[in-house]
């Protein structure tokens, strides 16, 4: 199974992940979440990080889904998973990419997994009020 680790800044990645689990489902085993908060230094966020990658590792794969880009968790996350086959670090999570890889890290393969993810996360961001005025 890929496993996946969800690090964003404070309580973000926790409540998308409950949110997650109540549509596709509680994920039992393979999912790790770590909230950053200001009063982390940032060694503590080093290790809190390194420590989630040993515990997740897997041959199948490890996708980190991370809040945005240039943020703490990113800067941390890239020195760390540049040595790790298998490995994609994903920013700008939202809750369809969370469904999607919570669905589909099973069944699909690592490469297959990464870009569903990306693609289901693009399609979530749109202005839906134009639909209305279509005739």
Do not use: W
Request: with cysteine.
């Amino acid at each position: 199974m890929i496993n996946i680790i969800v690090i964003t800044h404070g309580e973000f990645g926790a409540y998308l992940i409950e949110a997650a689990e109540g549509i596709v489902g509680v994920q039992a085993e393979g999912l790790k979440n770590i909230s950053i908060s200001p009063r982390m230094t940032l060694e503590r966020v080093k290790e809190t990080v390194g420590r989630a990658i040993e515990e997740m590792r897997s041959g199948d794969g490890l996708v980190f889904l991370l809040d945005m880009p240039g943020g703490t968790p990113m800067n941390v996350v890239l020195p760390l998973a540049k040595d790790i086959d298998k490995c994609a670090v994903i920013c700008g999570v939202n809750i369809n990419m969370m469904t999607s890889a919570f669905s589909y890290r099973t069944t699909l393969d690592f490469d297959r997994l990464t870009a569903k993810i990306i693609e289901d996360g693009r399609k979530a961001i749109c202005e839906v009020k134009s639909l209305l005025l279509k005739k």
